[in-house]
């Protein structure tokens, strides 16, 4: 039965209002709920319905964001495979941390840049480079995994493994966030001009 | 002759060209998945539509929205004659890619 009142998660509708052009948004966000409300929600229920709305807002949100990560996971691999990372000589790093590096500032500096220059809203490219830093971690922890393959296995005789791996992911999301805040605040000043 | 188009731009276009009147977003997703049968991102089909858009392949107006869509617009699209000589050149070029072949092609063991 269609449920014309069923709402998606608020915080992934405030994801996708943020990421859109406003030119987009209104359509974009009606396209999705409508089929939501419609079709997705009625036959798969609540928590199956709520999945497909997520992953289809990050389809959309994402979408900007591929570019810096597939050109920054490129680069690591390509330094990772002459045995230059992570030394620190020319991709100086501020703090003994992963992802905090001159090298991880630039994608997150364009990241943010190109977010807000394209809808004009500094929120859209911190946003971005949010997103691009979780993957950044994510692409870190993998390849922590590759190094020591019973990192994770070990969590549970050693649970401060993981203390030592949030305090990593809060220091990497906000650098990543900080830097993308300067990028976009460039990035929003220069905006593309938007149809109407 | 006109722009070259990539495979799931073809898609869309063609998608745009069914529906006609009707090609808005959601109707535009769910054409794509069913003749490429398989699930497609809105992410993909959102951004090969503003691609469109920016070629001149297509163009697009804002309507009503209704109250299952909590009254937000929608973004109707239509081909362009540039789209539409675009996808004849694609399909022209793909048919004479496959003349004289049998089809289906017999696998060689």
Known sequence: ?196 | MAEVIGHFEQAVLVALVRLGSDAYGRAILNEVQKRLEREVSAGAVYATLERLEAKGFALSRLAPGTAIRGGRARRYFVPTATGIRALNEAKSASDSLWRGLAWPLKVRT
């Open chain 1, 1 to 196: 039965m269609i449920d014309e009142q069923a709402n998606p998660p608020r915080l992934a509708q405030m994801l996708l209002h943020t990421a859109l052009r406003p030119h987009d948004a209104e359509s974009t966000a009606g396209d999705l709920l409508e089929e939501y409300r419609a079709v997705r929600r009625p036959s798969l229920g609540r928590l199956r319905a709520d999945v497909w709305y997520v992953l289809h807002v990050l389809s959309v949100a994402g979408r900007p964001v591929w570019p810096f990560a597939l050109g920054l996971g490129a680069v690591k691999l390509g330094l990772a495979a002459f045995m230059l990372l992570p030394l620190s000589g020319w991709n100086p790093s501020l703090v003994p941390a992963p992802n905090v590096s001159l090298l991880d500032a630039l994608f997150f500096l364009g990241a943010g840049y190109s977010g807000a220059r394209r809808t004009g809203r500094v929120a859209t490219g911190v946003v971005n480079s949010g997103l691009l830093g979780l993957i950044d971690f994510a692409m870190f922890a993998a390849y922590a995994t590759l190094g020591v393959p019973t990192l994770f296995a070990s969590i549970v005789e050693k649970p401060f493994i993981l203390v030592i791996g949030s305090i990593f992911l809060a220091i990497a999301a906000s650098f990543a966030l900080t830097l993308g805040a300067v990028g976009a605040a460039v990035g929003a000043s220069r905006a593309e001009k938007l149809p109407s």
